[in-house]
């Protein structure tokens, strides 16, 4: 080892999901929505392209103030009380680096999203990891010890299981004196956001995401909620570190996808559709798994290796997420796509399961 890297940051970082070049393969392995952003998201970046072409010259706005608006207005918030970020990953990061400070451990599922630790120990911050039930569910007297702050997803990943507000909020109720983060970066599949509860409990912070609900991950928009003062340090934190976080395209293009609340209802509908339609088709192959109310199904199956299965679909053009991690070694995570796609995922598996 040369001298300099005994002062290099190490650290083993996050794997994302594959995105494979070619085209022609079923993607259900990263939880990106299967349809296309709302129509008037296109038209935002045409208009884009047409007249604010030579404004790319300059800096972006670094509030962000057009895409804050249309935020704060949609949730009946103000506009010092959400913070954006390119996408809720960035989000995260900044409030990991913001709230977590303290010589205490933060807490977070054993089974969970697995950015949480990778941040933790890039800024340092001692985590301690809370083992789920067997039924994949987050046991909140768990989260009741003292500790350096909470985070976890609602509903979880990979697991897709949601926790009911009043559990969360007695999660909250025993962490005052820290900050409590909830990721929904699933909660428009079928949950009850926390939302609410910001008006109550000045320590909680809501992060949410443009990727998937509103099919706009290749545009990288996600947003925290919470009171003014949180949100005032996340701005700090932000400020301290690149102020140029949202690109102009993306200011323009994110208030359109916000606006047509019609298209956004009629997406989210016909996943949770497929998704309950899908959830039938497994269970009578054989697959088992805890009740989701995301994108995607976390499922087992009794007989056949979850790894087997992985490389059979892959090998035929379907990609889905497998987790080589103690506990979830012989699941698969399957996001939801077209009807199209969850057909051609059916019929190989009836296939393969013979
Ligand atoms: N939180 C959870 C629980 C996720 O699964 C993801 C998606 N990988 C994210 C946050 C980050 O999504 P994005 O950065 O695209 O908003």
Redesign the pocket.
Known sequence: MRAWEENVRKVIPYV?GEQPKQKDIIKLN??ENPYPPAPGVQKALEQFSALSYDTLRKYPDPSADVLVESLATYYHLEKDQVFVGV????V?AMAFLTFFNSSRPILFPDIT?S?YDVWADLFHIPYERQPLDERFRIVKSDYYKKNGGVIF?NPN?PTGVLMELDEIEDIIKHNQDVIVIV?E??IDFGGTSALPLIEKYDNLLI?Q????SRSM?GM???YAMGNKTLIKYLNDVKYSFNSYTMNQTVLAAGPAAIEDEAYFQGTRKKIIETRERVKKELRELGFAFEDSMSNFLFVTHEKYMARDIFEALKRSRIYVRYFNHPRIDNHLRISIGTDEEMDCLIKFLKEYLK
């Open positions: 994302p990263t939880n996408g809720s990953d960035d995260l999203y950015f997803p990943a990721d970066a699933y992060v995401t443009f990727s998937k991950a990288r928009i996600g």
